[in-house]
């Protein structure tokens, strides 16, 4: 396979790069000019070579893509904070579009492109959801609605294009290493650094990043052009996700559940002081309004082409190997946790030229 990778430097493109490369593929990395490469340091010299291109240049991603057959398109905003509706669906939705017509017009034959299990929907209760699924009446955040419109995107497209699109539907990606905290990451590092370790209703779908990307590859090489696919781990509540964090780090907690009206005027409170401090808030209002919800899914779809995740437990313990000791966790919050051995253990197996982000 010879494979471009679009956001290349973000946690599942480097991861995927890396998948790529690894199992003996051609990878090209897809970056914006100026942007953070310390996720592809682990590559240098493997000969994977990178690509300058942006989201809203055509003629810039179709040299990116010349000479493949395959691209991943990952590149995308995760945020839920100091993003516009209109810079979500500039870059989610309409810089997608550009892809693939630079991708159809540089003689791509399927692309891949990164989408959310967020488009299938959630649920009231505990119960599962898979890739037939929809939202239907509840709370959709920005970014979650510029997901869905971007995948719907893509489908229409890879027919108009007679391209082969296959659309991965991540669920809640943990893991790293990389240099920035993404939403998923920082649900783990908020709650260490919550005094109370307060947990709230409802639950999650888990999945290690590692997975995601191995899931990525399989799509490309197995997966059906015009389908989408929960790529996904075990479903938990928060409640044991974060009993389970607190046991992994050597802690105790949850102590407390919070309620709808605390989370969000706990939100608000962080959003007023983002403002004054001009750093990223803690929460956000739009995600305590999805609390109490359950992101459950099934990846039956995907598990019959092969896909076969890591247990959730794992997933965390490789993510907090890694959490513990990058930047991304306060040392007065580090030096009150003792990982277990469990952790220490993958800490040295996962290490990487990558440990310093």
């Known amino acids: 396979m010879k494979a471009s990778v679009t956001g290349a430097s973000g946690l599942i493109g480097s991861h995927l790069t890396r998948a790529l490369h690894t199992a003996g593929h051609q990878a090209r990395a897809v970056v914006r ?55 979500l669906t500039r870059v989610n939705v309409a810089g997608t579009r550009h892809v693939l017509q630079a991708a159809a017009q540089a003689g791509v034959r399927r692309a891949v492109v990164t989408s959310s299990s967020i488009t299938c929907g959630s649920s009231e209760g505990p119960t599962s959801r898979d890739e037939t699924g929809t939202p ?25 294009l007679g391209l082969e699109v296959v659309v991965a539907c991540p669920t809640i990606v943990v893991g790293g290493p990389d240099h920035r905290l993404v939403p998923s990451n920082a649900l783990i590092t908020r709650y260490l650094k919550d005094p109370l370790r307060t947990t709230y ?8 990043v590692q997975d995601v990307a191995a899931g990525h590859l399989l799509l490309a090489e197995h997966g059906t052009a015009g389908e989408r696919y929960v ?24 102590w407390a559940t919070t309620t709808h009206t605390a989370a969000f005027l706990v939100a608000t409170l962080d959003e ?86």
Not at 34 to 50: E, I, Y
Not at 65 to 85: R, S
């Open 33 to 87: 000019h100026g942007s953070d490469l310390r996720g592809l340091h682990a590559l240098a010299g493997a000969d994977v070579p990178l690509a300058h291109a942006d989201l809203r240049d055509p003629a810039g991603l179709r040299t990116a893509l010349e000479g493949c057959d395959t691209v991943f398109h990952t590149a995308a905003v995760f945020a839920y904070w100091d993003v516009t509706v209109e810079y």
């Open 136 to 160: 239907g009446h509840e709370y959709l955040p920005d970014y979650f609605v510029a997901k869905l419109r971007q995948e719907q995107a893509a489908l229409a497209m890879g027919e108009e």
């Open 201 to 208: 209703p409802g639950g999650c779908n888990i999945v290690s």
């Open 231 to 254: 790529l996904g781990g075990e479903n938990w509540t928060w409640r044991t996700i974060h009993r389970v964090v607190s046991e992994l780090c050597g802690t105790t907690g949850p």
């Open 272 to 357: 007023m002081r983002a403002h004054l401090t001009a750093k990223a808030p803690a929460t956000t209002r739009a995600e305590a309004r999805t609390m109490g919800r359950y992101y459950w899914y099934d990846h039956d779809k995907a598990a019959a082409l092969g896909y076969a995740p890591r247990p959730a437990r794992r997933a965390l313990v490789e993510a907090l190997s890694w959490l513990l000791t990058s930047p991304h966790l306060p040392p007065n919050v580090r030096s009150g946790l003792k990982p277990v051995p469990e952790v220490i253990s993958a800490r040295e197996l996962v290490a990487s030229p990558l440990d310093a982000l």
